[in-house]
């Protein structure tokens, strides 16, 4: 149906033949895109995909730099060394103007099993998220929510601290607010699921291991935060707001790709 009019269409209508308003892509085929690489990579969890990627890949170099180093039991537990190299947080740094390290932080991981729970985590929020809330969404929001669960955590402890965690929460969050804002039985599900993620975490927090509940929460406002300003997506694409969180998005995506930049010269310049 057309979202102007609602008059009856086709679904390859770019423009309403009734009252001519301008359409975008279905909401399945913007939050279901065509699998890529011929099917390797399903489009649903393209951006899943990628975020899994990065994270596997940086451990695995965070590992080799650790073993070139003398350093024994890299393939299960990383030195601080390594991780303040490869751009952990670290709240002396960030206070000297090192902030690329509130988004490098949210790739790196200690340990093995740090690396596989968060990445089980992340294979399931991610792709919910990104079904219901779009790619350019979870890209705010993913990024958006690891600068906020970092700077919480630079303000509760100068300690190291990485991992991928902050934005997790931070997807437990927005999609907390995503189905608060959804006033049906169906949103008031999707809240409850999500609001006993959160409660889970943050007991399995209190646990006497080394984890960062500082991040935890601070991701979590920052994820609730921008899905509430944010809403679900339009149906009409041309909408100023659905291209306002396109652009944003790119402009995540720049940034995070700048702080990357800036802990490559940083490494440089530690020398060997």
Same mark, same amino acid.
């Given at each position: 149906?057309?979202?102007?009019?609602?008059?009856?269409?086709?679904?390859?209508?770019?423009?309403?033949?009734?009252?001519?308003?301008?359409?975008?892509?279905?909401?399945?085929?913007?939050?279901?895109?065509?699998?890529?690489?011929?099917?390797?990579?399903?489009?649903?969890?393209?951006?899943? #995909?990628?975020?899994?990627? %990065?994270?596997? +890949? /940086?451990?695995? !170099? =965070?590992?080799? @730099?650790?073993? &070139?180093?003398?350093?024994?039991?890299?393939?299960?537990?990383?030195?601080?060394?390594?991780?303040?190299?490869?751009?952990?947080?670290?709240?002396?740094?960030?206070?000297?103007?090192?902030?690329?390290?509130?988004?490098?932080?949210?790739?790196?991981?200690?340990?093995?099993?740090?690396?596989?729970?968060?990445?089980?985590?992340?294979?399931?929020?991610?792709?919910?998220?990104?079904?219901?809330?779009?790619?350019?969404?979870?890209?705010?929001?993913?990024?958006?929510?690891?600068?906020?669960?970092?700077?919480?955590?630079?303000?509760?402890?100068?300690?190291?601290? #990485?991992?991928?965690?902050? %934005?997790?929460? +931070? /997807?437990?969050? !927005? =999609?907390?607010? @995503?189905?608060? &804002?959804?006033?049906?039985?169906?949103?008031?599900?999707?809240?409850?699921?999500?609001?006993?993620?959160?409660?889970?975490?943050?007991?399995?927090?209190?646990?006497?291991?080394?984890?960062?509940?500082?991040?935890?929460?601070?991701?979590?406002?920052?994820?609730?935060?921008?899905?509430?300003?944010?809403?679900?997506?339009?149906?009409?694409?041309?909408?100023?707001?659905?291209?306002?969180?396109?652009?944003?998005?790119?402009?995540?995506?720049?940034?995070?790709?700048?702080?990357?930049?800036?802990?490559?010269?940083?490494?440089?310049?530690?020398?060997?």
């Amino acid at each position: 149906m057309c979202p102007n009019c609602r008059a009856f269409i086709t679904v390859d209508d770019r423009v309403c033949p009734y009252c001519e308003a301008k359409l975008g892509q279905r909401a399945i085929d913007r939050r279901m895109p065509s699998d890529v690489l011929g099917g390797l990579i399903p489009g649903a969890r393209f951006t899943t #995909v990628i975020i899994l990627t %990065a994270n596997l +890949g /940086l451990y695995v !170099a =965070m590992m080799l @730099y650790s073993m &070139q180093g003398g350093k024994g039991g890299a393939l299960m537990d990383l030195d601080g060394q390594t991780l303040y190299a490869f751009g952990a947080k670290f709240g002396r740094q960030l206070a000297a103007g090192q902030w690329w390290r509130m988004i490098t932080a949210g790739f790196l991981h200690g340990g093995l099993m740090h690396l596989l729970m968060n990445s089980w985590a992340l294979f399931d929020l991610c792709t919910h998220a990104e079904e219901a809330l779009g790619t350019p969404r979870l890209i705010v929001i993913y990024v958006v929510s690891t600068v906020t669960g970092f700077v919480g955590s630079m303000y509760w402890s100068a300690s190291l601290s #990485v991992g991928s965690s902050a %934005a997790i929460f +931070g /997807l437990i969050g !927005a =999609m907390i607010a @995503y189905g608060k &804002q959804y006033r049906t039985s169906y949103g008031e599900a999707v809240r409850a699921y999500y609001a006993r993620w959160a409660i889970y975490g943050l007991l399995f927090g209190l646990l006497p291991l080394p984890i960062d509940n500082a991040a935890h929460l601070g991701g979590l406002a920052g994820g609730f935060a921008v899905s509430w300003i944010a809403g679900p997506p339009r149906l009409v694409e041309e909408l100023w707001k659905e291209r306002f969180w396109r652009y944003a998005s790119w402009v995540c995506l720049a940034v995070t790709l700048v702080a990357f930049g800036e802990m490559f010269f940083s490494f440089l310049s530690m020398g060997p």
